[in-house]
């Protein structure tokens, strides 16, 4: 889960550099971990390399000394000594940690083979099996929170595949290595506390506060801080426990979801059909118009936008002009403060719409585009700015400005607009 007030509710930003695994999409098999997100912008090549790894070099300081400092400013911040003592009982830096948030991947996976996962028959059956289970827990979780359920069951179906798969790495270790390693420390730090608090508190023990490398905890995947402003008792037993009480997880997602403007009964997205000479230049996320004008410039969006021509909405490209094409709403950028990937936001979105029958992509995907690799993007940015344009820092991440020079360029061969870094693109800045 990701927080835009924070550097992140899930900590996503350390953890979709190195571990965007994706949900196996077969009909039958459960997948074997939850689906992570990818950039949109950042689809890879089709067989994934290993990850380069940044060599692993421990701060100068003892980890000893660096905890008795921490522990002196735990202690001043409310910290109970012994809360701190049983918590750091036997800790020490976890360098699987340390080499997990220094891993830069080189490739990742296109966008409709994570969609294709996260969407996979067996979730979709599942989620649909839950819905049923915990009908009356959903029941009152919408009439508090004002949230669909079925966007709360795919929250829950991708952060971790509906509570089977939360991480099982101590999280006060985690933490306290990203502390201690000194890359992150302020993050890491307001984190740790954070875990401390929860502790503290009384709602979980050390033993049981487990999830990722990065610190995402429970069925929901929260960071300690969005855990303490959101977490929510709802099974009425004391204790707020998204590790082992689903409906406190989901009721938690939902209070985020609220506080994020969730609107009940509006849909995150519209799948749209743009007219012919459409100038794709329209899809970035800062050009929002409302519905009702899209639509008067040829976007054909079905009985699904029924009432929603007011409604501010922007246009979403995830595989450029060739691929499908999304109107996206308040709700998706809701979504997008839970996980900030529009993949991740495109997954709930549709995975909350199959539970009832609906969700079926209209256009397809190009699957004979062979993604660039982090080194193609990086090259990419730089070929842009060897040709005047502005992509920003070469830094692999195909971002507002990045996407901005690619416009300017594609603008410039009379291609269409649409921002979207290809192989075509890289090979045209190579014979410049």
């Not at 890359?183 to 503290?200: D, N, V």
């Not at 639509?295 to 002009?321: D, K």
Request: hydrophobic content about 40%; some cysteine.
């Amino acid at each position: 889960m990701f927080d835009a007030t924070a550097p992140g509710l899930m900590f996503r930003s350390l953890a979709a550099a190195s571990a965007l695994t994706l949900l196996s999409s077969c009909a039958d098999a459960p997948a074997q971990k939850p689906a992570a997100a990818p950039q949109v912008s950042q689809p890879a090549a089709k067989a994934p390399a290993a990850p380069a790894m940044a060599q692993v070099v421990m701060p100068t300081i003892s980890f000893s000394a660096w905890r008795d400092g921490f522990r002196r400013e735990a202690l001043a911040s409310g910290i109970d000594a012994a809360a701190f003592d049983r918590a750091f009982a036997g800790v020490t830096p976890d360098p699987s940690v340390i080499t997990a948030d220094r891993s830069q991947p080189e490739f990742t996976r296109p966008v409709w083979e994570y969609l294709e996962g996260a969407i996979s028959p067996y979730r979709v059956r599942k989620g649909q099996a839950l819905l049923a289970e915990h009908a009356a827990s959903l029941d009152g979780i919408e009439q508090r929170f004002g949230v669909d359920r079925e966007t709360l069951v795919a929250i829950w179906g991708m952060e971790s595949s509906f509570g089977q798969f939360m991480g099982d790495k101590s999280v006060i270790r985690s933490l306290a290595t990203l502390a201690y390693e000194g890359r992150r420390p302020a993050f890491a730090h307001a984190q740790l506390l954070a875990a401390l608090e929860i502790i503290q508190h009384g709602d979980i023990q050390p033993s049981g506060m487990l999830g990722s490398w990065a610190g995402a905890m429970g069925q929901t995947q929260f960071i300690p801080t969005t855990y303490n402003s959101h977490a929510v008792d709802f099974d009425g037993d004391g204790r707020r426990d998204i590790w082992n009480s689903s409906a406190d997880a989901l009721a938690s997602a939902a209070h985020y979801l609220q506080a994020s403007g969730w609107r009940k009964g509006q849909p995150a997205a519209l799948q749209v059909q743009l007219p012919q000479g459409f100038d794709y230049a329209q899809a970035d996320a800062d050009i929002r118009k409302p519905v009702g004008q899209w639509q008067a410039m040829g976007v054909q969006t079905g009985p699904q936008a029924s009432g929603l021509a007011g409604e501010s909405a922007y246009l979403l490209l995830p595989a450029g002009h060739r691929g499908p094409a999304f109107l996206v709403l308040d709700n998706f950028r809701a979504i997008l403060k839970y996980n900030n990937s529009s993949s991740y936001a495109l997954a709930v979105s549709l995975l909350g719409e199959r539970f009832d029958g609906r969700g079926e992509l209209v256009g397809s995907w190009p699957r004979d585009e062979r993604p660039l690799s982090r080194s193609e993007r990086v090259e990419l940015q730089e070929s842009l700015a060897a040709a005047g344009y502005s992509p920003g820092a070469a830094d692999g991440i195909i971002g507002a400005n990045t996407r901005k020079a690619i416009r300017g360029y594609q603008q410039s061969q009379g291609w269409p607009a649409d921002g979207f870094p290809t192989q075509k693109l890289l090979e045209s800045l190579q014979q410049r």
